[in-house]
């Protein structure tokens, strides 16, 4: 099928002589009903170990960690649990919204990895110091924790991304839900933006278990003085994701906005707080705020230049879109 196959499927058509992959979509909805099962399993698993606390109160997490992790996992888990059963059945905007899904996912997980590659192994030897563990299981127990990142944040969305993308994938749910989507009109690299500001936006539900810390510009706002800044930040990541989705203009210059302010904040502020600084804030547990100030301290200037290229790799990737805005179909500007 070859390059007239891949065509066809940036250009939303089936592609010619397709196959039936109603099988490869049940696989594939399958995982995505087992990730949502997974994220069930971790926001238990979080609650239950808020029983931690009355043994390590050091190192067990608390009410305030806890609460806003497990709602962030019940949101994920219903996410997917309804976008497998869209797969099951082979709906068109379930594929659509899987491979913008799986996108982001995959981008995310391979910067996950490499944080993980750089503090896990500190994070895990500290926590395990804590509770008196030897230390060959500490790392064992890393070994353990990368090989799960590697599985669940690069190898499954790699997987998921590589069958919605296909276009024989597509054209069977084209056949099985001949009617049209709400999301045909948006190309994916839109709807791909528009899943990263949507999950912008839920991620805001974790702040409490942070101390609601916000970078502000050279200082960090902490506890009530970060909450009206991060509600703003919800509130524009989720109607970013909605004007992105429907291709309006304010949209793009929405998001090249957003994006300069996020830039400037977090530059100058990474120039003026250190690690310790930025750890104390967080008000984490005693012991993984001990792991955290333990770890090598990148520098003032490092830490700039690593949030330069985080914004600045954003700003490419959003001038490349801004041709799919305010195209035929959307309204607005």
């Known amino acids: ?66 609460l806003p992790v497990v709602l962030l996992y019940g949101i994920l888990a219903l996410a997917f649990v309804v976008l497998g059963v869209g797969s099951l059945r082979a709906r068109r905007w379930a594929c659509a919204l899987m491979r913008a899904v799986s996108r982001v996912w995959l981008a995310s997980g391979l910067c996950t990895v490499l944080v993980g590659l750089l503090v896990l192994p500190a994070l895990v030897r500290e926590a395990s110091a804590g509770m008196g563990v030897p ?123 957003a994006t300069l302010t996020a830039a400037a904040a977090t530059v100058l502020t990474a120039l003026a707080v250190d690690l310790g600084g930025l750890v104390e804030a967080l008000a984490l547990p005693p012991a993984q705020a001990r792991a955290w100030a333990r770890l090598p301290a990148p520098g003032a200037a490092l830490a700039a230049l690593f949030w330069l290229a985080v914004w600045g790799s954003l700003l490419l990737w959003l001038a490349s879109l801004r041709r799919h805005f305010g195209a035929r179909g959307a309204e607005g500007g």
């Open 135 to 257: 230390p060959g299981f500490a790392a064992a127990a890393t070994l353990v924790a990368l090989a799960g990142l590697a599985i669940t944040q690069v190898a499954v969305p790699a997987g998921l991304w590589l069958i919605h993308r296909s276009p024989e994938v597509l054209a069977t749910c084209r056949a099985r839900d001949p009617r049209p989507s709400l999301l045909d009109e948006c190309p994916q690299p839109l709807l791909s933006l528009a899943v990263l500001c949507a999950l912008a936006g839920v991620s805001v539900l974790v702040v409490p278990a942070y101390n609601f810390v916000f970078p502000f510009f050279g200082r960090l706002l902490v506890g009530r003085g970060g909450v009206l800044p991060w509600l703003a930040v919800a509130g524009v990541c989720l109607v970013l994701a909605w004007g992105s989705c429907r291709r309006r203009r304010w949209a793009w210059r929405g998001a090249v906005a």
């Open 1 to 66: 099928m070859g390059n007239d196959a891949n065509a066809a499927a940036d250009l939303g058509q089936p592609a010619p002589e397709a196959r039936d992959r109603s099988a490869l979509l049940a696989v594939a909805g399958t995982v995505e009903i087992l990730t949502g099962g997974l994220c069930v399993a971790m926001a238990v698993l979080s609650w239950l170990a808020l029983g931690l606390s009355a043994t390590l109160p050091e190192a067990g997490p608390s009410l305030r960690t806890t």
